[in-house]
C-alpha cells in the first residue's frame, strides 16, 4: 500500500514539480497531521426525497389523513424514539441503527425554500441563497479552500458543492477513470503556465489529471470488508472506501443517488430508493470497521428539498420544502435531533422547517472538520450532533 | 425593424481582421463539427459569405455519403428494433460524422440539451428517436414551431409525468419545467404560476404513441397564469410563454451559450438580439444567420473562447483527421462520449449538461487522453486501421517530414501555425503519437 511518505517521494511527484498543482503541494505540506483527520462522505439524494414517508411521525392523524393512500403504518416503522419511526427499508441498515450510529434530523430547510430542483439543490450546495452566487463556489469547495486538501466525487460531474477557488476536485466512477492509458502524454501535452484564463484553467486540471493517475497506478488494490449489495450507490460507497483505504489524505467525499423525484406511484420506488441508500450505508461502515477507518468517517445525507405533505392524485407527491437529513458513523449522536415542523402550522400549504441547514454545516465544519473560517457567510448557531 | 447592436453587423475581413484559416477552423468548430483540410481550403477560397451560407443551407459537408440518409434508416430502425440504447447513440454519431449538415446535428444537439429527455426514465428509443427527429427538423424553425411539437412528444410527456396531471390532482413537473427551462426561465414566474400552468395541462398524455387531449381529464375552470386569466388550456399557456419576452431572451442565451465563448457577447448585445428575435416571430433560423454572420462572431474574444464538449471533441476530431473510411466504430465513439460526461440520450437531469467549464476535471482530461490515444491508434475506438499523419498530407499534396506533419497538424486541428513552445512539446511524439500529443493539448480542448 501507498504510503504518505512513500507518496511524497515519489518520483511522480518530483517530475511534476516545477508544474505541480496546488493542492498536492497543500496536502504534501500538511502530511503527517491531516493522516488521522477526520472524513465527510456526502451522499446527495437527488430528486427531493419524500421527509415524510422517510422519517415517519408516529401515532400522528394528521399525518395519516395527509397519506391516505400512502402512509406507513405505526406498525411497520422502525422505532426510533416515542414520535419517530423509520421506513422499513432502514431494515437494511440494521447494524448501524443498533450500534446507535444513525441520526436523523427532521424539518430542515430555510427561509423562503424553492421549489425548482436546480434553486434548491444549489442553495444547499453553494449555502448561499442569492442566485447570482450560484454560479460561484461550494460550500465543501470553499472548505477544501481553507483546510487543503482534495476531494473525489464519485459520479460523472462535480457538483457545485465541491467548486472551490483552488481546490480540485476529482470526479470518477470507475477505478480505470483514473488511470492513463500512457502515462507520459498527459504531462508532455500540459505546456507551461498559460496567460489566457480559460487555458490555464484546463491545463491545471490537465495536471491535476495525471497526478490522480499516478496514484491510483501506485495505489494497492484493497480487499472490501463489507457485505455490499449490488446496486448501484454501493458499488460507489465501495469504491470511496477503497480510496479511503488508499490513504491518500481526502478528506472529503461525495457521491449522488438519484431518483427521488417520485411524482406518481411512489411506493415501491421510494422504497427500493430508501433499501438500497440503508444497505449500502451499513455495508459502506462495516467495512470501514473492519479496516479499522470507521472512527474517522462521518457520513451526510441530504436531499434538495422534502415533497409535498399531501399525497397527490396519482399516488405520489410533488415538490416541497423542508426535509429529512442524516449522519451516520461511530460518532453521531444518534437518535431524532430537531423536532417536526408543525402539519398544520403552514406556508403556502407547506411546513415551516425547524432546522436550517446552514446549522448542520455550520456543525459539521466545526465539529467534525474543525473549520473555524467563515465559510458560510454569516454565523450559525451549531448543533449537538456528535456525541 | 429596432436597429440590433453593432457587434451584430456582418464581419466584413480586414487586415486585423482578416478571413484566414484560423477563422475558417473556427467556423467550422463551432457552427459544425471541425472542417476537414478540403472544407477548410474551399472556404478559404470561397469567402465568409458563400460559407457561412453553405452552413445555413445545410450542405457544408463534402464528406456524406450519397447513400446517407438510407443508411442512416436502417441504422435509426435497427437501433429501434433491438432496443439497444447504445444503438440509438451510434446512430446519432453516424448522423455527426457523416451528415451533409454538420450546423442541422449540432443544433439538434442544443435541443436535446434544452429539452433534456432521458431515456433512463423514458425506456422506449422509438420515443427517444421520434423527438430526436423532431429536433433536427424544426431546429431552424421559428421557435413556437418547435417548442409546440417538443411539448406533445412521448418522450417528453413521459419524462415529465404529463399523464398524472388531470383535473383535480395536477401534477406540476411538465408546467413547472416547461416555463422554467423551455421558455421563461427562472425568476420570471411566481409558484402559484406553476400551479395553474399544471392546471391549463391536465388531460395531456400519450395514447397508441401519440399525443392526446383528454377531456374529462382536462380542468376546464378559470386560471390565471402570469397576467392573463381565462378557462386556458394547454395550448394557450404555450402561446402565453411564446408571447412573454423572457422567453426571447432565454433562447438568445441558449444560442449564446452554444455558439459562443465565455463572455463573447455582452448582456447588451444579447438583450438587443432578443428584441430582433421578437420581431421576426422567435425564427430560430434568422438568429442563427445574424450571429454566424456577425463581427462578434469573428471576433477575437470569440476564437478559442469555448470548452468543446465531448460529442464536438470526438466528432470534430474524427472528422477533421477524415477518419471516414474506414471510420471508428460509432458504438465506440456513443460510448467514450458517456465516459467524457456527455451520455446522449441520458442527460443528467431535465436541466441538461451544465456545458463549458464543467465539461473539464482531472478525469475527464484523462478520459480525454484516453480517447485520442484509442482514436489514433485505432483499436480501442472500433477502427480497423491507425491514423497515418503522413498519408493525410499526402494526400493534400503536403511535406512529410516531421516539422511539416506538425506544422500541417496544428493548421488543421487548431487553425494556425505552432508556437515554439508547442513545437517542443509535440515534438516529443513521432507520427501518429505527435498527433495523440496534439489531440491531449490543454489548447485542443477549447474551440
Known amino acids: 500500500m501507498l504510503t504518505r511518505r512513500s507518496f511524497l517521494k515519489s518520483s511522480s511527484l518530483l517530475a511534476l514539480a516545477p508544474t505541480v498543482p496546488v493542492f498536492i503541494t497543500r496536502t504534501a505540506n500538511a502530511a503527517g497531521t491531516e493522516k488521522d483527520s477526520n472524513v465527510l462522505v456526502v451522499v446527495q439524494l437527488d430528486g427531493g426525497n419524500d421527509a415524510l414517508n422517510t422519517l415517519i411521525p408516529l401515532k400522528n392523524e394528521t399525518y395519516a389523513n395527509l397519506r391516505p393512500r400512502l402512509k406507513i403504518a405505526d406498525k411497520d416503522a422502525i422505532k426510533l424514539n416515542d414520535e419517530f419511526g423509520l421506513h422499513p427499508s432502514f431494515r437494511q441498515a440494521e447494524t448501524l441503527i443498533k450500534a446507535g450510529h444513525l441520526l436523523a434530523i427532521p424539518g430542515v430547510g430555510y427561509p423562503n425554500p424553492s421549489r425548482s430542483h436546480f434553486d434548491s439543490m444549489a442553495i444547499w450546495q453553494t449555502a448561499r441563497t442569492d442566485p447570482e452566487e450560484f454560479k460561484g463556489y461550494g460550500w465543501l469547495g470553499r472548505t477544501l479552500d481553507t483546510i487543503g486538501g482534495d476531494s473525489y466525487t464519485i459520479s460523472n460531474d462535480v457538483p457545485r458543492t465541491l467548486r472551490g477557488r483552488r481546490s480540485a476536485a476529482i470526479a470518477m466512477t470507475r477505478l480505470e477513470d483514473l488511470t492513463l492509458a500512457d502515462s507520459g502524454t498527459v504531462k508532455n501535452a500540459a505546456g507551461p503556465e498559460a496567460q489566457q484564463d480559460l487555458l490555464a484553467f484546463v491545463r491545471r486540471h490537465a495536471v491535476d489529471g495525471s497526478a490522480a493517475a499516478d496514484k491510483m497506478a501506485a495505489m494497492a488494490k484493497a480487499t472490501d470488508g463489507g457485505n455490499y449489495p449490488?446496486?448501484?450507490?454501493?458499488?460507489?460507497?465501495?469504491?470511496?472506501?477503497?480510496?479511503?483505504?488508499?490513504?491518500?489524505?481526502?478528506?472529503?467525499?461525495?457521491?449522488?443517488?438519484?431518483g427521488y423525484d417520485t411524482h406518481a406511484t411512489q411506493q415501491f420506488t421510494h422504497s427500493n430508493l430508501l433499501a438500497e441508500f440503508a444497505g449500502a450505508v451499513n455495508a459502506f461502515f462495516d467495512d470501514l470497521k473492519s479496516a479499522k477507518l470507521a472512527e474517522r468517517v462521518t457520513l451526510l445525507a441530504f436531499s434538495e428539498f422534502g415533497r409535498t405533505i399531501k399525497e397527490n392524485g396519482s399516488l405520489g407527491t410533488d415538490h416541497g420544502t423542508a426535509g429529512v437529513t442524516f449522519l451516520c458513523g461511530p460518532k453521531v449522536k444518534a437518535g431524532v435531533a430537531g423536532t417536526l415542523p408543525s402539519l398544520t402550522d403552514l406556508e403556502k400549504g407547506e411546513p415551516k422547517m425547524t432546522t436550517d441547514f446552514r446549522r448542520i454545516y455550520a456543525t459539521i465544519l466545526h465539529d467534525w472538520l474543525g473549520v473555524t473560517a467563515d465559510v458560510l457567510a454569516g454565523s450559525y448557531e451549531r448543533l449537538k450532533l456528535f456525541a | 425593424m429596432k436597429t440590433l447592436d453593432p457587434v451584430w453587423a456582418p464581419f466584413t475581413p480586414e487586415d486585423t481582421n482578416p478571413w484566414d484559416l484560423r477563422r475558417v477552423a473556427h467556423l467550422h468548430r463551432r457552427a459544425g463539427f471541425a472542417g476537414t483540410w478540403g472544407e477548410l481550403q474551399r472556404d478559404l477560397q470561397n469567402g465568409p459569405e458563400k460559407s457561412i451560407d453553405r452552413l445555413l443551407a445545410g450542405k457544408a459537408s463534402l464528406h456524406a455519403p450519397p447513400e446517407f440518409a438510407s443508411t442512416a434508416n436502417v441504422l435509426g430502425d435497427a437501433a429501434v428494433a433491438t432496443n439497444e440504447s447504445g444503438r440509438i447513440k451510434a446512430w446519432w454519431f453516424y448522423r455527426m460524422l457523416f451528415g451533409p449538415d454538420p450546423l442541422g446535428e449540432k443544433l439538434t444537439l442544443m435541443w436535446h440539451n434544452h429539452f433534456a429527455t432521458s431515456n433512463a426514465k423514458v425506456q422506449d428509443l422509438a420515443f427517444m428517436r421520434r423527438q430526436n427527429e423532431t429536433f433536427?427538423?424544426?431546429?431552424?424553425?421559428?421557435?413556437?414551431?418547435?417548442?409546440?411539437?417538443?411539448?406533445?412528444?412521448?418522450?417528453?410527456?413521459?419524462?415529465?409525468?404529463?399523464?398524472?396531471n388531470r383535473k383535480g390532482h395536477p401534477n406540476e413537473n411538465l408546467g413547472r419545467e416547461l416555463m422554467e427551462l423551455f421558455t421563461l426561465g427562472v425568476g420570471n414566474y411566481s409558484e402559484d404560476d406553476v400551479k395553474e400552468a399544471a392546471r391549463c395541462l391536465t388531460g395531456w398524455t400519450t395514447e397508441d404513441g401519440k399525443f392526446t387531449e383528454v377531456p374529462v381529464k382536462h380542468d376546464d375552470g378559470e386560471k390565471k397564469v402570469l397576467t392573463k386569466k381565462g378557462t386556458l388550456a394547454g395550448s394557450d399557456l404555450v402561446k402565453l410563454l411564446l408571447e412573454n419576452p423572457a422567453t426571447a431572451k432565454r433562447l438568445v442565451w441558449r444560442l449564446c451559450d452554444t455558439f459562443f465563448g465565455e463572455k463573447a457577447v455582452s448582456v447588451e448585445a444579447m438583450k438587443s438580439l432578443a428584441d430582433g428575435l421578437i420581431e421576426k416571430n422567435l425564427d430560430i433560423g434568422w438568429a442563427l444567420g445574424v450571429m454566424l454572420r456577425s463581427k462578434a462572431f469573428f471576433a477575437e474574444a470569440n476564437i478559442g473562447t469555448r470548452i468543446k464538449g465531448p460529442a464536438e471533441f470526438i466528432v470534430g476530431t474524427a472528422?477533421?483527421?477524415?477518419?471516414?473510411?474506414?471510420?471508428?466504430?460509432?458504438?465506440?465513439?456513443?460510448?467514450?462520449?458517456?465516459?467524457?460526461?456527455?451520455?446522449?440520450?441520458?442527460?443528467?437531469?431535465?436541466?441538461?449538461?451544465?456545458?463549458?467549464?464543467?465539461?473539464?476535471?482531472?478525469?475527464?482530461?484523462?478520459?480525454?487522453?484516453?480517447f485520442v490515444a484509442a482514436l489514433v491508434e485505432g483499436t480501442n475506438a472500433g477502427r480497423s486501421k491507425a491514423h497515418d499523419p503522413s498519408e493525410l498530407a499526402r494526400q493534400h499534396k503536403l511535406p512529410t517530414d516531421a516539422n511539416a506533419l506538425i506544422t500541417f497538424h496544428c493548421r488543421l486541428l487548431l487553425g494556425g501555425d505552432p508556437t515554439p513552445n508547442l513545437i517542443a512539446r509535440l515534438a516529443k511524439g513521432m507520427d501518429r503519437k505527435m498527433v495523440a500529443l496534439l489531440l491531449a493539448t490543454p489548447e485542443f480542448q477549447l474551440g
Open chain 1, 230 to 258: 449490488g446496486n448501484a450507490l454501493g458499488e460507489r460507497l465501495k469504491l470511496i472506501a477503497r480510496l479511503m483505504k488508499a490513504d491518500l489524505g481526502t478528506r472529503v467525499f461525495y457521491t449522488t443517488q438519484s
Open chain 2, 136 to 164: 433536427r427538423r424544426l431546429a431552424r424553425a421559428p421557435f413556437g414551431e418547435l417548442l409546440n411539437a417538443s411539448v406533445r412528444e412521448p418522450a417528453l410527456l413521459i419524462y415529465l409525468d404529463a399523464s398524472a
Open chain 2, 319 to 370: 472528422r477533421a483527421l477524415e477518419m471516414f473510411d474506414p471510420a471508428p466504430s460509432t458504438l465506440a465513439l456513443a460510448d467514450w462520449c458517456g465516459r467524457m460526461g456527455q451520455d446522449l440520450f441520458e442527460p443528467p437531469n431535465v436541466g441538461g449538461w451544465t456545458g463549458g467549464r464543467a465539461w473539464i476535471g482531472a478525469r475527464s482530461m484523462i478520459t480525454r487522453a484516453n
